[in-house]
């Protein structure tokens, strides 16, 4: 039977997923909620299109019954949740697989998820195999007293180790993509800290446990991309370095490699580290048999010093960071395409000597938000949009280029990711400062002031891109 | 604000069609089971505490888990879209309309809606009470509860980030509040309707006046 997926998600995610399908001759279907109706994904998959009607309206993008029956609806066999939110719940992919009409899940098998999808199970993981993690709770709090007391222990132990301006991070246990996070300074504070980040992660995420770890400073934020099949095989794409973030830690500007010994004068062996945590990224994913694409997040301290931070058992936003380095048979390639030709049983097809590292990329999340106000997200009608065109150059976005676009307030304003990508870290820098000045974009809001983006910022934070 | 409403004009309006026309959407996907007919007289959540569900209107079918809906308010089925009957429908698809005789509380509010101050939703979002004022109004109800301009009234969530949002507007007791909390809440929407204590007469009069001449 021809498989047909069900893309089980919205934006440029949903744009890749379609174009993935397409590419490799698969049949699709979008879902998308009312207030997604005017986005790209959608205009392209209504009836009135030659193929016929690929949008299905549901409550909800996190609604599992709903999505569901549509899949049953439009008889698809198969079901991409993308990034964000089914794609790392082990409960969805396992109703997805095991049910009276099984669908293949695409991404890893569900208990793969549930060992590393878990970020606090990871950290139990990782430590049984003596890959270093960061000094913490290994398991979500409920109690404030005992939450306070783990504050006290990790600020003493800090102290004792005589770090300049200790800190600690309380994360919502259950959070992600950098929300819900927040720091204490003062164990004064924490208590008041711990209420709101609880607060916060009863109502995002429906459940109130907080981790607790020691903040670290000076510090570079990597992640090693790997594609393993469900055949035993595992192969990386080398790193990334997403160290540029909003404060509400949502990635803004990222680059691969890792690191590069043009931007900055690193004290440790740059590509010995970066060795290194490929190393321990194979070693962990071989000893949970992991089976699809997924990101190992690491933090490498200024003496490099690495720590595992989460696993990201997903596609995640930047696999085109890493494919505009890699060459296989001269061509880059598409891990969205990868992950679906693996997660529908194909084996990798290439070994990791076919790979060839080569150059230097950079992605550019374009986001209307006002930078100088904490990222504050922008609300208003998007009346003008355009990138250039190069042949160094990817632009994937929702955003339409020939109509007005209202940004819905349900999600965030994310416009499109564009990718620069060069010979050497330097080109793709100066490439990626012209296509700054090349984009065109105008909008307004209700109150008629016109839109603000982080363009500015992108092209201010450039020179910091793998810095300390 | 104007203190000399004219009721007569009002109450005639109200006269005229006393009725409100409630949309049902499906609000999932699934398989449509209708279990009304057009003119069926259908009744809405009952109880001390609305614990017994109203008529049930139409079930939506999916893989183990029928879905069914209940109709939220009493009525009569005007309208009906038989031609849904045992197909797929997506969510938010119209599917009846209830013809709802309005009743005289319903009017009161939807008359207090206009006399009171209401502060309006700043964007499209979901919002919550503040911590502080939903513990207030936990403990003895809205219109005990007093706001003044600047007080931090609501907490905006808006794209996944909590922005707290401050009240202006006259000084004044929570009187009707007009959201649900974690629902989203259209940008200009009424969130609260908050009565100055000296516009509580005005008030008390509107409702006596409207229980006194509605049947």
């Excluded at chain 1, 993509?177 to 980040?197: A, L």
């Excluded at chain 1, 100066?430 to 008629?448: K, P, Y």
């Excluded at chain 2, 808006?158 to 507007?169: A, N, T, W």
């Amino acid at each position: 039977m021809k498989e047909k997926v069900l893309i089980a998600n919205r934006g440029e995610i949903a744009l890749r997923i379609m174009n993935a399908c397409t590419d490799l001759g698969l049949d699709y279907v979008v879902v998308y909620t009312e207030e997604d109706a005017d986005s790209e994904h959608v205009r392209r998959s209504l009836d009135h299109q030659p193929h016929g009607k690929r949008a299905f309206r549901v409550a909800s993008y996190t609604d599992p019954n709903d999505i569901l029956a549509v899949a049953d609806h439009a008889e698809c066999t198969a079901i991409h949740p993308g990034y964000g939110f089914f794609s790392e719940d082990f409960r969805f992919a396992r109703r997805v697989t095991v049910r009276d009409r099984p669908l293949t899940f695409i991404g890893p098998n569900w208990e793969v998820i549930k060992d590393l999808g878990d970020k606090i199970n990871t950290k139990r993981v990782a430590n049984s195999l003596s890959i270093p993690t960061i000094p913490g709770t290994d398991g979500p709090i409920y109690n404030e007293m005992e939450a306070e007391e783990y504050a006290e222990q990790l600020m003493a132990d800090q102290k004792a180790q005589k770090i300049k301006n200790p800190s600690i991070l309380v994360k919502a246990a259950a959070g992600g993509g950098g929300m819900g996070i927040e720091e204490v300074r003062e164990v004064e504070q924490f208590r008041r800290v711990y209420r709101q980040v609880q607060n916060y992660a009863k109502r995002q995420f429906g459940d109130g446990g907080v981790l607790i770890e020691q903040c670290l400073r000076d510090y570079n934020h990597l992640e090693v991309q790997l594609v393993c099949s469900r055949h035993g095989e595992r192969i990386h794409f080398g790193t990334r370095n997403c160290t540029i973030q909003s404060t509400g830690r949502q990635k803004r500007l990222e680059a691969a490699p890792g690191f590069d010994e043009s931007c900055f004068a690193y004290v440790f062996n740059a590509q010995e580290v970066l060795d290194r945590i490929v190393d321990y990224s194979l070693k962990l994913a071989a000893h949970v048999r992991y089976d699809n694409v997924g990101t190992w997040e690491w933090i490498i301290t200024r003496d490099g010093q690495p720590y595992l931070l989460e696993v990201n058992t997903r596609i995640q936003v930047e696999n085109d960071v890493s494919a505009r380095i890699s060459h296989i048979d001269g061509q880059h390639p598409n891990l969205i395409r990868e992950q679906i030709r693996l997660a529908l049983g194909d084996r990798i097809g290439y070994s990791q000597s076919g790979i060839e590292f080569k150059g230097s990329s950079i992605e550019f999340r374009i986001i209307a938000e006002d930078t100088h106000r904490g990222f504050a997200p922008w609300i208003g009608t998007i009346n003008q949009f355009d990138f250039p065109k190069h042949d160094w150059l990817a632009v994937y976005t929702h955003v339409p280029f020939d109509r007005p676009y209202v940004i819905p307030s349900e999600y965030d304003p994310n416009l499109a990711l564009a990718i620069v990508w060069g010979d050497s870290m330097a080109e793709a820098k100066a490439r990626g400062r012209q296509l700054l000045r090349e984009i065109t974009i105008a909008g307004e809001n209700v109150a008629g002031a016109p839109i603000s983006t982080n363009i500015p910022y992108l092209e201010a934070h450039l020179d910091k891109l793998l810095t300390f | 604000m104007n203190q000399d409403i004219d009721f007569d004009a009002i109450l005639s309006k109200y006269r005229s069609d006393p009725f409100d026309y409630v949309h049902i959407h499906t609000r999932h996907t699934g398989r449509v089971r209708f279990k009304v007919t057009e003119g069926a007289q259908v009744k809405g959540a009952g109880g001390e505490w609305h614990h017994l569900p109203g008529s049930l209107l139409f079930v939506l079918y999916r893989e183990r888990n029928p879905k069914p809906i209940y109709s939220s308010t009493f009525g009569e089925v005007s309208a009906l879209r038989r031609e849904l009957e045992g197909n797929f429908v997506e969510a938010n698809e119209k599917v009846m309309t209830i013809k709802h005789p309005l009743t005289k509380r319903e009017i009161i509010e939807s008359i207090l809606r206009k006399v009171l101050s209401n502060f309006n939703a700043p964007e499209r979002a979901k919002y919550f009470f503040a911590m502080d004022i939903q513990a207030r109004i936990d403990k003895f109800g809205p219109r005990a509860v007093t706001i003044q301009p600047g007080d931090e009234v609501f907490t905006m969530s808006l794209m996944k980030r909590d922005i707290p949002v401050y009240y202006s507007g006259e000084p004044g007791i929570i009187h009707s509040i007009y959201f649900k909390p974690g629902i989203s809440v259209g940008h200009g929407e009424p969130l609260i309707g908050v009565c100055p204590p000296g516009r509580l007469p005005f008030i008390q009069k509107i409702i006596s006046r409207v229980k006194a001449e509605w049947e």
